[in-house]
């Protein structure tokens, strides 16, 4: 095709297949070994691709600006689509393995909230020290003695996104699928041999860092083109869901969060109404929910608990108790699943299983329904209904719409710790070390001695979208994340909450074994107990956790304290 001719538009899908010596990988499996003979298994592959060119025949190469990915093993993203190519014949392709300055230090809160950059979509940017993770590759390994360890490897910092070249004949008409391999053994192993006993168990990329030089030095060779295939022309265009039940006239509900916030993903098919906003409050707080009429939401998700309950576990409205913890809710506009295990995938869902759950509400639906539809006139459901969908029918679907329009307006944002950043206060001496400690890894290797809290709870949310097994329960009683998956690899995880309001939401972990924040920091340094799916980023440290002073510890406590947003927790 000559240079700068342009026929008919095209799309270009790139997919690329994470693979360990060219065989599919095998998550979570002990199964690979270093070429010092260290045995080790994979458990994340996330990582960024951008800035994709197209070479053409006479040599020259079409950019096609605006391109960028977010590919993730875990959550099953491996394709890239680039659209209005024009259709001819390419002989290689090349993209970045992380990304230019300019977007690397772009502001991200900028993005919305399905794009690959948006913070709470990737879980890689690197919060408080500015930019992206690169490349993020965990899991867990044997050392000399036997024991399990972590390894974390962080490819980061502008000086370490590394150029793929591939050569692959492309005949683009309509769409074009190029399967790729990136092959991990490659990456570890050629042509520099990383060793976990030798070299470390992470790295984050600090300049002289010997893992980042051997990564950099690595990814090339780690990417090949498997094959190249002609698809039949297809409709690729996202869904525009309509929105549910919109009545004739309603009030647009203003959705509150911080500049700093990335950009959330609210339901196109539920927008928020004043109306609706004002229905799911009442819902919220009336206990006729329950079958006996003594138990609302409020009751487990009070809101100067931070919408918690204060127990260790949850009690139903008939006295039972549940085996895990109430959760908070506030940003719940930023989670993609829901529960402690994540088996909802919506607040839609989630918000019917409490009220149907025989240990909780034990309230039928049809129930409900009929309760809500046979009230005294002035509670006015049917009018509130009708203001909120356009018609007074009540129907499970209806209930579930408004409490989920409500809890998405349960924002979070304004702790004395954005009124720093803010400039507005200043920490304490106190506040100020727990800050760095929160936010600096712990690697005596390179000098590091920080607590490491933000590899699970960093950016400014203070919560990922992961599960994580955090050590709180060595037996592993509680299968947590493996119930829902299916997955022994996912035994004993829980979802990462977030941090904000942490002062307020004792008792902590998913079935409230510990009393106080300074309970939870213990654990952390001391208490932590080593299992199969133990975390990486927890597994790399020494055996207990991280050793933290006494005044280090303090110095913690203070500073998650900072996390407290009075004006949050009232409800409004």
Known sequence: MACGVELSAATLQVEITPKVSGEPLQPASFRYQTTGGETFSITRVSYLASDFALQRNDGSWLELSNSV??????????????????????????????????????????????HPLNPNLNGLHWSWQGGYIFLALEGLWRNASGELDGWSYHLARDTNSVRVTLAAPLAITNETKVEMDFD??????????????????????????????????????????????QLSETEIASAHPKPLY????????????????????????????????????????DKRVSINNQQSCADCHAPEKAFTDGRRTARGAEGTFGERNSMPLFNLAWKKE????????????????????????????????????????????????????GSPEITAEKIALALENYLLTLTSFDAKFDRVLRGEESFTAEEQRGFELFSTEYDPRRGQFG??????????????????????????????????????????????????????????????????????????????????????????????????????????????????????????
């Open 246 to 285: 919109l009545p004739a006239k309603f009030t647009p509900y203003e959705f509150q969060m911080s500049a700093t916030f990335p950009i959330p993903d609210l339901p196109r098919d539920n927008p928020l109404l004043v109306e609706r906003v004002e229905l799911g409050k009442k819902l919220f707080f």
């Open 69 to 114: 990915a977010w590919l993730d093993y875990e959550a099953n993203r491996n394709s890239v689509h680039l659209d209005k190519i024009p259709a001819g014949e390419f002989r290689a392709v090349r993209f970045l393995v992380g990304l230019n300055p300019n977007l690397n230090h772009a502001d991200s809160a900028q993005f919305p909230a399905s």
């Open 451 to 572: 607590a490491d809290c933000f590899h699970c709870h960093g950016g400014p949310l203070f919560q990922s979208q992961a599960f994580a097994n955090n050590g709180s329960d060595g037996a592993l009683l509680d299968l947590g994340r493996e119930k829902v998956t299916g997955k022994a690899s996912d035994r004993g995880k829980f979802s990462t909450p977030s941090l904000r309001n942490i002062a307020l939401t004792a008792p902590y972990m998913h079935d409230g074994r510990f009393r106080t924040l300074e309970d939870v920091i213990q654990h952390y340094s001391t208490g932590v107990p080593r299992s199969p799916t133990l975390d990486p980023n927890l597994a790399k440290h020494p055996d207990g956790g991280v050793p933290l002073s006494d005044e280090d510890k303090h110095a913690l406590v203070a500073f998650l304290k900072t996390l407290t947003d009075e004006q949050s927790v009232r409800a409004k």
């Open 338 to 389: 829901f529960f402690w295990d994540g088996r909802a995938k919506s607040l839609r869902e989630q918000v019917l299983q409490p009220i149907q759950n025989p240990i909780e509400m034990h309230q039928s639906l049809t129930n409900l329904v009929v309760k809500l539809q046979t009230e005294k006139p002035e509670a006015s459901y049917p009018a509130r209904f009708a203001a909120a969908f």
């Open 184 to 229: 991990l053994a490659t990456l570890l192993h050629a042509p520099r041999s990383l060793s976990f006993a030798k070299d470390g168990s992470s790295t984050h990329s600090r300049d002289g860092d010997p893992i980042s030089a051997a990564l950099v030095a690595n990814l090339p060779g780690a990417f090949r083109v498997h094959r190249v295939t």
